[in-house]
């Protein structure tokens, strides 16, 4: 069965630092990635995905995440984070060969910016 | 617009007691999903409808879980007997057409504690 794994369970960072969240996951096959973001008191919410095509995607608010086959990864990135960007991120995985939609998601990381 | 929504927001249960969780997804969304989330971790997938149909229910922990989609838009999850260790937050999310590429869309989920 897939798995993903967020390394970094905590993240502190000032204003304007650059962001570098990780994200591999365990399945051989092909694969849909997403991250998704949930601020303080709101609903999980997409941040960006990727299927197919270029594997640097680009998502809302300033965020990218490059998906690097050979390394099972994709990570989440952001040149220069904001106050606003406080919030729990959450990598997820869907295993296209099974057919399934279902999401495996990680544990998550809580990131915290400090003004 | 209406997202998916979930009541009630908070379930107080008592061990032994049966408990029914209401989503309501995005209007013409064609698959549900139901996960559980524990305190910090990621959500778990639980089980998933296309349709009216129940495609997998694999995630569901034991007989005592139980969902239902009968008419292809509202579901219900349904926990019986309540154990302590069923405590979760119990999020619903649908998606427009199916396909493991489309994305889910979270309601704001169902906090399940268990006294």
């Known amino acids: 069965a897939q798995s993903v794994s967020q390394h970094n369970h905590h993240v502190i960072l000032s204003e304007a630092a650059s962001l570098e969240l990780g994200c591999n996951y365990s399945?051989?096959?092909?694969?849909?990635l997403f991250w998704y973001v949930q601020y303080p008191g709101q609903h999980l919410q997409l941040l960006l995905k990727y299927f197919s095509g270029d594997p640097l995607v680009k998502g809302i608010k300033g965020f990218e995440a490059e998906f690097i086959k050979s390394k099972f990864s994709f990570n989440l990135r952001k040149p220069s984070v904001q106050w606003s960007d406080t919030a729990e991120y959450f990598c997820a995985v869907n295993a296209y060969d099974f057919g399934n939609e279902k999401l495996t998601f990680g544990t998550g990381t809580r990131l915290t910016i400090i003004p | 617009g209406a997202g998916v929504s979930q009541s009630p927001r908070y379930k107080v249960a008592k061990r032994g007691q049966d408990v029914a969780l209401r989503c309501d997804p995005i209007?013409?969304?064609?698959?549900l999903f139901w996960y559980q989330q524990a305190l910090g971790q990621g959500p778990e997938f639980l089980t998933y409808f296309q349709n009216e149909a129940q495609l997998d229910k694999s995630g569901l922990p034991s007989d005592r879980f139980f969902a239902e989609r009968p008419e292809g838009s509202v579901s219900t999850l349904k926990i019986q007997r309540t154990q302590q260790e069923d405590s979760a937050v119990y999020l619903c999310?649908?998606?427009?057409?199916?396909?493991?590429?489309?994305?889910?869309?979270f309601g704001p989920g169902t906090r399940l504690t268990v006294l």
């Open positions: 209007s013409g969304h064609v698959s």
């Open positions: 399945y051989g096959g092909t694969v849909n």
């Open positions: 999310a649908s998606s427009s057409s199916g396909g493991g590429a489309d994305t889910q869309y």
